[in-house]
Each structure stands twice: as structure tokens, then as C-alpha cells.
């Protein structure tokens, strides 16, 4: 019989791996880890150690529970579970989960942020084929009206048609600042 024969295998058969798909790599920055500087990636990269500069990835960016960024992240999906500081950019998804904090802008279509999630900044959204274009159509086709009571000029406000009144004693209109470090 077959189950009691006495030929062994020498080596034992490791399992199959075809090649890895495009875009389903990860890597990752572990907890004793601090890199300065610019890092790029069109994989997914998981932080759990420390980044300050600028990060730029294709894929997905999470700062994990031990990660601590100083730095403008750029991705197509950031889950923030960690600290981050500085301006992060989601062409599709931000997330802060409960244990996650921002300091910093928010710019993308899709913004979640937990019950107990921490952010202290601005939230921009927009859609992805907005940008750009839309507030330069919405200028072009609503000029600019004059204030009741004045002759000051009153812009449309971002992302909708509505004209921003200025308040009795601020007739000029005050430009939202960047958050800064």
C-alpha cells in the first residue's frame, strides 16, 4: 500500500508562489526606525517607527499605533492610528481611527474620522476631477457682486455658489492660512 511505503521525501515541499501582483507589496518602518528625509514609494508602506520630511506614495500610507510622523504625506489612502503632524493629501480616503491624531490640513474627496480620533486643522473636499477646474469655472460664472451697503466686491465662497458676506468693521476678506509647524 501506498500510506505505509517506506520512500521519504528528502526535502520537505515548500508551498507554490507564483509572482507577486503589482501594488500588493508592503513595506514597512518598524518601531526603532527614524528616517529624515523625502520617501517614495507605489507600494503601500506601514509606519510604525518615526518619518520627518515629506512622504509620497501611490498606494496606501497607514501610520500604525507606535508610528510618529513629522511630515506632508501624499497617497491615494492614508489610515492615520498613530500621531501624524503636517498636511496630509488623499487623492481618495483619509481615515483617523480612535487611537489616531492629525495636527495638520486634511485635502481629499473622502474624510472618516473616528469617535475618539484626534484632528486639529482644516478638511478641504473635493472631488478628484474638481480640483482645480471648479473654482476657476465658478469664478468665471459668477463675477464678483457688490456687498449690501458698499461697493466692496464679494467672491462666491469655495465649493458652493453662496457669496461670503464680510462682518460690519472686516470688509476685506481674511485668506485661510496653512497650518505650520
Do not use: W
Request: charged share 25%; aromatic share 2%; proline share 8%.
Amino acid at each position: 500500500m501506498a500510506v505505509f511505503s517506506q520512500k521519504k521525501n528528502p526535502e520537505p515541499a515548500a508551498p507554490a508562489q507564483g509572482p507577486t501582483p503589482a501594488g500588493s507589496q508592503s513595506s514597512l518602518v518598524g518601531k526603532t526606525l527614524l528616517i529624515k528625509g523625502d520617501v517614495y514609494s507605489e507600494d503601500e508602506i506601514l509606519i510604525d517607527g518615526k518619518i520627518q520630511g515629506k512622504i509620497t506614495v501611490k498606494n496606501r500610507v497607514v501610520i500604525g499605533r507606535d508610528g510618529d510622523v513629522e511630515a506632508e504625506i501624499d497617497a491615494r489612502e492614508i489610515v492615520i492610528k498613530g500621531k501624524v503632524t503636517g498636511n496630509v493629501r488623499g487623492s481618495q480616503r483619509v481615515e483617523i481611527v480612535p487611537a489616531g491624531s492629525l495636527h495638520g490640513n486634511i485635502q481629499s474627496p473622502r474624510v472618516v474620522i473616528a469617535d475618539s480620533g484626534f484632528f486639529e486643522g482644516s478638511i478641504e473636499m473635493r472631488p478628484r476631477d474638481e480640483k482645480g477646474k471648479a473654482s476657476e469655472e465658478k469664478t468665471a460664472d459668477h463675477p464678483a457682486q457688490p456687498h449690501k451697503g458698499t461697493d466692496a466686491a464679494v467672491q462666491p465662497h469655495k465649493g458652493t455658489d453662496a457669496a461670503v458676506q464680510p462682518t460690519p468693521g472686516n470688509e476685506q476678506a481674511i485668506p485661510h492660512k496653512p497650518f505650520r509647524k
